[in-house]
């Protein structure tokens, strides 16, 4: 009986890592830019409830997120959790990323650098990936 509720512990402790980490690396690209905007911050709101956050746990993963990125040096720490979730998942994020990346209308350099880092890091078919990214820009 107590290994159940272990168990329960342990899951709920994993999916509350994974969207934090998953949160940390959307605020990282939002910064990328130099310019975090509301409308940046409420995709990735959005974008955790897709991936299954709870309405009340919003602003807990979000500010814990927050200082997580504001912590950390590199994409590593936050693509280690991601990368060994399934492929909906990962996509999912990668929408969400290019939607953030193309909030304002643009994508940079710097940004197109990150999203083929993440690529690679995720695990992640190029083609997908850059399938994903014009869908992206062409709804802009």
Known sequence: MFDFFKKKREENFKNDNKLIM????????????????????????????????????LEKIYLEAEKIEQDSNQILDFTREIKNTNDD?????????????????????????????LTGLLYLDKKVVGDIKERTRNKK
């Open 22 to 57: 998953s949160t940390a690396l959307l605020i990282h690209a939002a910064k990328i830019d130099q310019d975090f905007t509301e409308k940046e911050k409420l995709i990735i709101k959005k974008t955790l409830v897709n991936l299954g956050a709870k309405e009340e746990e």
């Open 89 to 117: 998942f990962k996509i999912k994020m990668i929408e969400s990323l290019w939607n953030i990346i193309y909030s304002d209308g643009l994508s940079d350099m710097y940004e197109d650098n990150f999203m083929r880092r």
